[in-house]
């Protein structure tokens, strides 16, 4: 199997600069010099930046001109694509300085004429009274560039590995956080760098929770619903296992519905159609003439955060768009079924379609 080392570093600090010159032609339309940010997503989005460790001591500065400097500690173990970056002391012999977050501001603060025009992601700040400019940013994450999709997508094959490591381990008596601990072990040597949080569900008999030191049973149905954030770039899938090995006749034919359901809405995903209709018309056909129900969203956007838009939700109101990157995750549940199948598979719409950023069966 290949690792993510797919991307260049050239080929990443090209487009986070294009990243960075696209904000800054909404930034002179909108009056600004410049932005502060220091959402961990917005510096992954302009600056690649990635670490170690999470929540690392940063933060960064677009100029109307499109210029990126990043201000991050000097013993911050990370990679990052910037024009200029200033380092600041934020460790003593190992030992982190506290505040950290705020001496991250406080080194670019220092290299502004006047703090007070600047835009910023900091909901609260009393140095600015310049509206956020969050709104910008979502409207821009929304549609996903190259660099991107490469990246969800190698995330989806880490998951994949985990996902084929439980077919052989998969039985009566291995409790659950074994076999997150197979899964998560699997993930991580794909991936090739540590793969950060794992989402969802590991339960056994049990529509969505984590793990737990409890045995699998037989008969039980597990949907191992997880994600993997690669660089920041998160994925979502979900595989359902039989405990036993092999499904009964009724959880049978629960998965070939649920199957059918993705297919479902595959067929009826394009550029501008209704995310509230599409749910709808699968959402009936999942539970039409059973007492099965189906209780949550179809799906998601996924990218820098595991949840984003388009939601496939009828709370919401969105419409799919070119670019988009998602997740469809019908499922069924209910009596007999011990506890129900979920499956989901994650898309990036291209070209006015909808394509599978997965190859692993939905059967394994």
């Known amino acids: 199997m290949k690792n993510l ?37 917005h510096l992954a989005y302009f600056f690649g930046l990635w670490g170690w460790r999470q929540n690392l001591p940063a933060a960064g500065l677009v100029s109307s001109e499109g210029e990126g400097v990043l201000a991050v ?8 694509f910037a024009d200029r970056a200033v380092l600041f002391e934020d460790s003593r012999m190992s030992t982190p300085v506290e505040d950290r977050p705020q001496l991250a501001v406080e080194a670019l603060l220092a290299i502004v004429s006047d703090p007070k025009l600047l835009g910023t992601d900091i909901a609260r700040f009393p140095v600015t009274g310049r509206n956020p400019v969050v709104d910008i940013i979502t409207k821009m994450r929304r549609s996903k560039q190259a660099d991107e999709v490469a990246l969800i997508q190698h995330s989806v094959r880490a998951i994949e590995a985990g996902y084929r490591a439980l077919v052989p381990v998969v039985r009566e008596g291995l409790t659950e956080i074994e076999l997150y601990s197979v899964f998560q072990a699997a993930a991580t040597i794909y991936a090739g760098v540590p793969v950060g949080e794992l989402g969802n569900d590991f339960r056994g008999g049990a529509p969505a929770g984590g793990p737990r030191p409890v045995p699998l049973r037989a008969g039980d149905l597990i949907p191992v619903d997880a994600g993997v954030a690669l660089y920041n770039y998160n994925s979502d899938m979900c595989r359902t296992y039989a405990v036993s090995g092999k499904r009964t006749a009724l959880q049978e034919t629960a998965f070939q519905r649920v199957r059918q359901g993705l297919e479902l809405a595959e067929s009826l995903i394009r550029p501008g159609v209704s995310c509230r209709a599409v749910y709808a018309e699968v959402s009936d056909f999942l539970t039409s003439g059973t007492n099965w129900r189906f209780g949550h969203h179809l799906g998601h956007g996924i990218g820098l955060a595991a949840v984003e838009s388009p939601r496939i939700n009828p709370n919401w109101d969105d419409y799919f768009q070119e670019g988009d990157t998602l997740t469809l995750e019908p499922g069924i549940y209910g009596e007999g079924l011990n506890e129900g199948i979920r499956l989901e598979q994650n898309y990036v719409i291209l070209d006015g379609k909808l394509q599978p950023l997965s190859t692993l069966p939905l059967d394994l």
């Open 5 to 41: 080392k797919v991307i260049e570093n050239g080929q990443r600090n090209g487009a986070c600069r294009a990243r960075r010159e696209a904000f800054a032609r909404e930034l002179r339309f909108a009056g600004l010099p410049g932005a502060l940010l220091v959402q961990p997503a």
């Open 73 to 80: 500690g000097a013993s911050a173990d990370c990679t990052y």
